[in-house]
């Protein structure tokens, strides 16, 4: 079974930056798009920014402008950077690789933002 392994989540001040990546640990084949969800206690799982195999890239409003999903297709990683963090960004961060048919999940980097 392959696995989605996060890096790079951590404690931040409000202002600051985090950059999280993501890897598998082997090939998954028919992804059709990829990206970051993210969990607040008490809220549901939410889509952060995603981006397909053809490279249409969405984000949740309250990201746009601050935060940047890229893909490295020699590494097969997909990155997130996140500037300007606010404290209402803190939440588990879970990368998400889909085909269509299934749903390969990570799991999960905490990032705290602190006031």
């Known amino acids: 079974q392959v696995q989605l392994v996060e890096s790079g989540g951590g404690l931040v001040q409000a202002g600051g930056s985090l950059r999280l990546s993501c890897a598998a640990s082997g090939r998954i084949f028919g992804v059709v798009a990829r990206g970051w969800y993210r969990q607040a206690p008490g809220k549901q799982r939410e889509l952060v920014a995603s981006?397909?195999?053809?490279?249409?890239?969405n984000y949740a409003d309250s990201v746009k402008g601050r935060f940047t999903i890229s893909r490295d297709t020699v590494k097969d990683t997909v990155n997130l950077q996140m500037n300007s963090l606010k404290p209402e960004d803190t939440a588990v961060y879970y990368c998400?690789?889909?085909?269509?048919?299934?749903?390969?999940w990570g799991q999960g980097t905490q990032v705290t933002v602190s006031s």
């Open positions: 981006i397909t195999s053809g490279g249409s890239i």
């Open positions: 998400w690789s889909g085909t269509g048919y299934y749903d390969y």
